[in-house]
């Protein structure tokens, strides 16, 4: 089934630690974001690439970083994880050469640092 | 500063139909979306309006107005499965979406 995979669905962390969360799209789609969700805030757009082998900063990059290797793939890391990263993360790809560029999500991975 | 608004939270009655509403200030505009976000679950996309006037898919239907800074969803014959979040998103002259809140649809029966 064509879409977007986010690995792990969920997970506990303790503060200071180093997490990694995996994203891939099998839908050939060249730009790709990481959002973070907050109860009563909009999506807040953290890093993202407009093809592979480029990264931009998003709103809130800040202890965040990603990589672009190739099309499919799109890891998000926190060096050394924050209660404040506490939060549900969203992977997300586009067509951005299509009119809309509409945004297609993962799952979401659900992190808490403590 | 740019910014989305969109009411918290709304209660409908199965059937019935609900506008949600989204006013927006943003820093150029070149797209207004819709999303649909169920408890636990990703955000999928509904609508995108560019031009001013009403665009309908089904039971959807979204409104812009470009000079009012302003858009609606409107939902009609309400299910229970459409209670969800509606996330209203603006695409900003640098061509990044700013994100409203989100309005919180609960149906009763």
């Known amino acids: 089934i064509a879409g977007i995979t986010q690995a792990p669905t969920s997970q506990i962390l303790a503060a200071g630690r180093r997490m990694t969360l995996r994203c891939t799209q099998d839908?050939?789609?060249?730009?790709m974001y990481w959002y973070r969700q907050d109860l009563g805030l909009g999506l807040r757009l953290i890093h993202y690439s407009n093809t592979a082998g480029t990264t931009g900063k998003g709103e809130v990059p800040d202890g965040y970083s990603v990589s672009r290797a190739n099309t499919d793939d799109f890891p998000l890391t926190l060096a050394s994880a924050v209660p404040s990263q506490t939060s549900v993360y969203f992977c997300a790809s586009s067509d951005s050469q299509s009119g809309a560029n509409v945004l297609t999500f993962g799952a979401g991975s659900r992190l808490t640092v403590l | 500063g740019q910014n989305i608004d969109q009411p918290t939270e709304m209660t409908a009655t199965e059937g019935a139909i609900v506008q949600i509403n989204c006013t927006y200030q943003t820093s150029g505009f070149n797209g207004l979306f819709w999303y649909q976000q169920h408890a636990g679950e990703a955000p999928t996309f509904l609508s995108y309006?560019?031009l001013d006037g009403l665009e309908e898919k089904g039971r959807f239907s979204s409104f812009l107005s470009r000079s009012k800074g302003y858009s609606y969803l409107l939902l009609k014959e309400l299910q229970m499965k459409d209670s969800a979040s509606y996330l209203c998103?603006?695409?900003?002259?640098?061509?990044?979406?700013?994100w409203g809140a989100g309005t919180k649809l609960i149906i009763k029966p």
């Open positions: 309006n560019v």
């Open positions: 998103a603006v695409r900003d002259s640098n061509y990044q979406l700013i």
């Open positions: 839908m050939r789609h060249n730009a």
